[in-house]
């Protein structure tokens, strides 16, 4: 069993996707950070994000054993990620990990962009988590804080609109809901009640 997981930057769906994971005994993929891992090894070797051909290799020979390491979930990968997230080749040295990894019994939850479009287009369950931009930014600036990283409040929302402007609009896998997906608006939900609300639609479908 397959449950995709989409939606925008710090929209809460990795909270959500580990927390139904766990629940449901399935493994979990949080499929950013595979971006975050190409956008590092570059970074690390000094060469630009723009260079199309490096990412490219970078994703086809990633080691996705380190996917852990705790400087790939902060803001600067993230941003990094989102430029070579864009990079067709780059999706493509992707697609069979995460695929494979939907393969799991008794399942798995994978949580991104395209998972319910691309990735994972027969999941069983597809759900597209949105909350309003500023919500989200207050969010990520607690979970920053938390991790000693002090981000100014409006950088952050301005960097949540600038990676949702781009991840939609890019020509390679967009961010949107799938047409068969479910929207969870998490505005008003704290982590709680957005899992509650998320393990409701999960019942309903099975
Ligand atoms: O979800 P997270 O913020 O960690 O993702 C970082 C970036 O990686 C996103 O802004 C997006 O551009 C890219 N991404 C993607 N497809 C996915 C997951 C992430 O393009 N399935």
């Given at each position: 069993?397959?449950?995709?997981?989409d939606?925008?930057?710090?929209?809460?769906?990795?909270?959500?996707?580990?927390?139904?994971?766990?629940?449901?005994?399935?493994?979990h993929?949080?499929?950013?950070?595979?971006?975050?891992a190409?956008?590092?090894?570059?970074?690390a070797?000094?060469?630009?994000?723009?260079?199309?051909?490096?990412?490219?290799?970078?994703?086809?020979?990633?080691?996705?054993?380190?996917?852990?390491?705790p400087?790939l979930?902060?803001?600067?990968?993230?941003?990094?990620?989102?430029?070579?997230?864009a990079?067709?080749?780059?999706?493509d040295?992707?697609?069979?990990?995460q695929?494979?990894?939907?393969r799991?019994?008794?399942g798995?939850?994978?949580?991104?962009?395209?998972i319910?479009?691309?990735v994972?287009?027969?999941?069983?369950v597809?759900?597209?988590?949105t909350?309003?931009?500023?919500?989200?930014?207050?969010?990520?600036?607690?979970?920053?804080l938390?991790?000693?990283?002090d981000?100014?409040?409006?950088?952050?929302?301005?960097?949540?609109?600038?990676?949702?402007e781009?991840?939609?609009?890019r020509?390679?896998a967009?961010l949107k809901?799938?047409?068969d997906?479910?929207?969870l608006?998490?505005?008003?939900?704290?982590?709680?009640?957005?899992?509650?609300?998320?393990?409701?639609?999960?019942?309903?479908?099975?």
């Amino acid at each position: 069993m397959i449950i995709a997981i989409d939606g925008p930057a710090a929209s809460g769906k990795g909270t959500l996707g580990k927390r139904l994971a766990d629940h449901l005994g399935f493994a979990h993929l949080d499929t950013g950070l595979l971006y975050r891992a190409v956008a590092a090894v570059l970074l690390a070797r000094g060469i630009p994000l723009s260079d199309r051909e490096a990412a490219a290799r970078a994703a086809e020979s990633l080691d996705v054993s380190h996917l852990d390491a705790p400087d790939l979930r902060g803001a600067a990968m993230g941003e990094a990620a989102s430029v070579i997230s864009a990079y067709q080749p780059v999706r493509d040295a992707l697609l069979a990990f995460q695929r494979q990894f939907g393969r799991q019994e008794p399942g798995a939850v994978l949580d991104g962009r395209d998972i319910g479009t691309v990735v994972c287009p027969d999941a069983d369950v597809k759900l597209f988590i949105t909350a309003r931009p500023e919500e989200r930014a207050r969010r990520r600036h607690l979970e920053l804080l938390r991790r000693g990283e002090d981000v100014a409040y409006e950088t952050i929302l301005a960097d949540i609109r600038r990676r949702d402007e781009r991840d939609m609009t890019r020509p390679t896998a967009p961010l949107k809901a799938a047409a068969d997906a479910i929207t969870l608006d998490t505005t008003n939900l704290d982590a709680d009640a957005a899992f509650r609300a998320a393990l409701a639609i999960i019942d309903g479908k099975l």
